[in-house]
């Protein structure tokens, strides 16, 4: 069965500063691999999807993450952070048809001004 | 169009009672999904039903029921909430069962005493 790991459980980083947020995955095949992203009190919105061709994808918000199937990871990415980015991201890892999301315990990111 | 709508926004609950949790999507999806988001847990899928009249256990689904009469309505029962119930609840959907993107509700926070 699928896992995901995100082993920071929270990261604070300054308004302009570079973001890098972790996630590794456990899967034996080819997984589909998703960041969303969750504000205070809000569901959570998708901010980018990897199913297979180009290993780096764009993502909404200026988001970005890269697929490295070396090392099992899934990295989300982003060169200059906005307070509004302040939240709650989650990693999730799917299969095939025959298996459900497995999402990670979640990455909390605090702002400073 | 609204997406997902979720109800109540919030509840507390008397423990041994019983609750119903109510989630409407409007895009005729067909697969659709609840899940309970927990500290440190992430999201944890709890039942899912791929296509109307069809439903499926999730990796918790004791203490939970759901129905799917028909495209739209996804209800989530607990026959009789305990405390370790406490938790928020999202409704989630697809347009095809599994891997594809997801889309989520509000949420539903609910307080087990």
């Known amino acids: 069965a699928q896992s995901v790991t995100q082993p920071d459980i929270h990261i604070t980083v300054s308004e302009g500063a570079s973001l890098e947020l972790r996630c590794n995955y456990s899967y034996g095949a080819t997984p589909y691999l998703f960041w969303y992203v969750q504000s205070p009190g809000q569901g959570l919105q998708l901010l980018l999807k990897?199913?297979?061709?180009?290993?780096l994808v764009q993502g909404i918000k200026g988001f970005e993450a890269e697929f490295k199937r070396s090392q099992s990871s899934f990295n989300l990415r982003k060169p200059s952070v906005h307070w509004s980015d302040a939240a709650e991201y989650f990693c999730a890892v799917g299969a095939r048809p025959g298996q459900n999301f497995v999402f990670g315990p979640g990455t909390r990111l605090s702002v400073l001004p | 169009t609204a997406g997902i709508t979720q109800a109540p926004t919030s509840q507390i609950l008397a423990a041994g009672r019983s609750m119903t949790l109510r989630c409407t999507q409007d895009m005729r999806h067909n697969a659709m999904y609840w899940y309970r988001q927990d500290l440190g847990l992430g999201l944890r899928l709890i039942h899912y039903s791929n296509t109307a009249g069809t439903t499926g256990k999730g990796e918790v689904p004791d203490g939970y029921s759901v129905s799917r009469a028909n495209t739209d309505d996804f209800p989530l029962t607990l026959a009789s909430a305990v405390p370790s119930q406490t938790s928020v609840y999202f409704c989630?959907?697809?347009?095809?069962?599994?891997?594809?993107?997801?889309?989520f509700g509000p949420g539903t926070r609910l307080t087990v005493l």
């Open positions: 990897y199913f297979s061709g180009d290993t």
């Open positions: 989630a959907s697809s347009e095809e069962p599994r891997a594809d993107t997801q889309y």
